[in-house]
């Protein structure tokens, strides 16, 4: 009881990219107009920094790619992404943390993850024997990592290499995860919002959130997804 009381609570990071019209969401259009997509994205980085606001953290850092705006919550530090490729800057995430804390990094595209997702196996009751989390999207990549032991070394054999965007993605992070000899905890599957029909999937879960209600003014016709709206005519 007195280790789980001096456990120190994690820090949590999200790498993210300012939501700039033909910059985020490039996949959502042309069934959303650029400037749509950019509001979406900025919504689903809104829900989700409000909901890790909500998750105990000694620290809770934005990894950012572009300048912070208006979604950016109190509470909330920012610095600058590395330059390269998509894998060396996650790797980079982590050298931002403290070694001797757990640290999860999640990305902007969950805006219906859910304060409960993380809460409980991030809590100090649950860390003991746990090195890792990894939390897989619907689309085979992966939404969330975590590290008991954040050190860059580690980081970077884990992610660097790593194909990005793909069906594998989440795979080969997972092998080599497990190669490292590393015992995982495995957070729940979540749709990552790339697509049309995933932004409407992702809205119809989670309704009451700032993602939902962009997506439906965007959507009057809500019997049906703009894709749908768009193939019947």
Same mark, same amino acid.
């Given at each position: 009881m007195r280790a789980v009381l001096a456990a120190p609570p994690p820090t949590l990071l999200v790498i993210a990219k300012e939501p700039l019209p033909g910059r985020v969401k490039t996949r959502l259009t042309p069934v959303y107009? =650029?400037?749509? $997509? !950019?509001?979406? $994205?900025?919504? $689903?980085l809104a829900d989700t920094l409000a909901t890790l606001s909500l998750i105990p953290a000694g620290r809770r850092l934005v990894v950012l790619d572009g300048r912070p705006g208006r979604w950016l919550p109190p509470g909330w530090e920012v610095a600058p992404?590395?330059?390269g490729g998509l894998d060396a800057r996650l790797a980079a995430a982590f050298a931002l943390a403290p070694p001797d804390r757990p640290a999860l990094l999640v990305g902007m595209d969950t805006p219906q993850l859910t304060a409960a997702t993380l809460a409980e196996p991030l809590s100090a009751a649950r860390r003991p024997g746990v090195d890792a989390w990894y939390g897989p999207a619907a689309d085979g990549g992966f939404w969330a990592l975590g590290l008991a032991r954040p050190t860059p070394g580690l980081a970077r054999r884990l992610? @660097?290499? @790593?194909?990005?965007?793909?069906?594998?993605?989440? $795979?080969?992070l997972l092998a080599r995860t497990v190669a490292a000899g590393l015992t995982v905890c495995h957070l729940p599957t979540l749709v990552d @919002?790339?697509?049309?029909?995933?932004?409407?999937? @992702? !809205?119809?879960? !989670? =309704?009451?959130g700032r993602f939902a209600a962009r997506w439906r003014a965007f959507c009057p016709d809500r019997s049906a997804a703009p894709s749908e709206r768009a193939a019947r005519r």
């Amino acid at each position: 009881m007195r280790a789980v009381l001096a456990a120190p609570p994690p820090t949590l990071l999200v790498i993210a990219k300012e939501p700039l019209p033909g910059r985020v969401k490039t996949r959502l259009t042309p069934v959303y107009r =650029p400037e749509q $997509a !950019a509001a979406l $994205a900025e919504a $689903a980085l809104a829900d989700t920094l409000a909901t890790l606001s909500l998750i105990p953290a000694g620290r809770r850092l934005v990894v950012l790619d572009g300048r912070p705006g208006r979604w950016l919550p109190p509470g909330w530090e920012v610095a600058p992404q590395v330059t390269g490729g998509l894998d060396a800057r996650l790797a980079a995430a982590f050298a931002l943390a403290p070694p001797d804390r757990p640290a999860l990094l999640v990305g902007m595209d969950t805006p219906q993850l859910t304060a409960a997702t993380l809460a409980e196996p991030l809590s100090a009751a649950r860390r003991p024997g746990v090195d890792a989390w990894y939390g897989p999207a619907a689309d085979g990549g992966f939404w969330a990592l975590g590290l008991a032991r954040p050190t860059p070394g580690l980081a970077r054999r884990l992610l @660097v290499g @790593v194909e990005m965007s793909t069906a594998r993605t989440g $795979a080969q992070l997972l092998a080599r995860t497990v190669a490292a000899g590393l015992t995982v905890c495995h957070l729940p599957t979540l749709v990552d @919002v790339d697509t049309a029909e995933d932004a409407e999937a @992702v !809205a119809r879960a !989670a =309704p009451d959130g700032r993602f939902a209600a962009r997506w439906r003014a965007f959507c009057p016709d809500r019997s049906a997804a703009p894709s749908e709206r768009a193939a019947r005519r």
